[in-house]
T-cell receptor, first 116, second 112 residues
Framework: DTGVSQDPRHKITKRGQNVTFRCDPI?????LYWYRQTLGQGPEFLTYFQNEAQLEKSRLLSDRFSAERPKGSFSTLEIQRTEQGDSAMYLC??????????????FGEGSWLTVV | QKEVEQNSGPLSVPEGAIASLNCTYSDRGSQSFFWYRQYSGKSPELIMSIYSNGDKEDGRFTAQLNKASQYVSLLIRDSQPSDSATYLCAVNEGRGADGLTFGKGTHLIIQP
């Protein structure tokens, strides 16, 4: 399978614990995105990387959220001190980043987080 | 604030009929427009992209874009029960920004 891969697919954690999600993008894609989706809403953009550079992080939901892409390949999204309101599906996506063609973005299967 | 508006539905269409899904967006600088299909509990799947005014056809799907009216639509011909899903309109934020802004989606039900 050469699509966007996310791990774990499901995570249940207690409030106050830290969680980390991993994303492996499509191999030739240099842009990687994180989105959050809650029930009944469309995906909400959080942050994105061009290779290893994080070009947008102002939309991360709070300072408890952080993302890394240390070698420009896989990425991690960490949520510290989780709260029940963090329960959502966290989506990773990737793209070639070709502006002329419109930068088509492809999503992974998502990581479901439940905070109890 | 950039917004993408969709009627949440549900939109109920008989099998074999044409389903018409609509979307408006607020940012005139937007340059790329996408329709994603999302089945319950699954991630969004790209259906169509459109970048220029007019129509773009791909199989049973036709995307329509009118930048002057800031309006995007998706037509699904010969609707099938398997088309029942939530359809998300997404807009690239333009002017060098690279995140997609999504609408809340329209829930489409194809009645057998």
């Amino acid at each position: 399978d050469t699509g966007v891969s996310q791990d774990p697919r499901h995570k249940i954690t207690k409030r106050g614990q830290n969680v980390t999600f991993r994303c492996d993008p499509i191999s030739e894609h240099n842009r990687l995105y994180w989105y959050r989706q809650t029930l009944g809403q469309g995906p909400e953009f959080l942050t994105y990387f061009q290779n290893e550079a994080q070009l947008e992080k102002s939309r991360l939901l709070s300072d408890r959220f952080s993302a890394e892409r240390p070698k420009g390949s896989f990425s991690t999204l960490e949520i510290q001190r989780t709260e029940q309101g963090d329960s959502a599906m966290y989506l990773c996506a990737s793209s070639l980043g070709a502006r002329v063609s419109g930068n088509t973005i492809y999503f992974g299967e998502g990581s479901w987080l439940t905070v109890v | 604030q950039k917004e993408v508006e969709q009627n949440s539905g549900p939109l109920s269409v008989p099998e074999g009929a044409i389903a018409s899904l609509n979307c408006t967006y607020s940012d005139r600088g937007s340059q790329s427009f996408f329709w994603y299909r999302q089945y319950s509990g699954k991630s969004p799947e790209l259906i169509m992209s459109i970048y220029s005014n007019g129509d773009k056809e791909d199989g049973r799907f036709t995307a329509q874009l009118n930048k002057a009216s800031q309006y995007v639509s998706l037509l699904i011909r010969d609707s099938q029960p398997s088309d029942s899903a939530t359809y998300l309109c997404a807009v690239n934020e333009g002017r060098g920004a690279d995140g997609l802004t999504f609408g809340k989606g329209t829930h489409l039900i194809i009645q057998p």
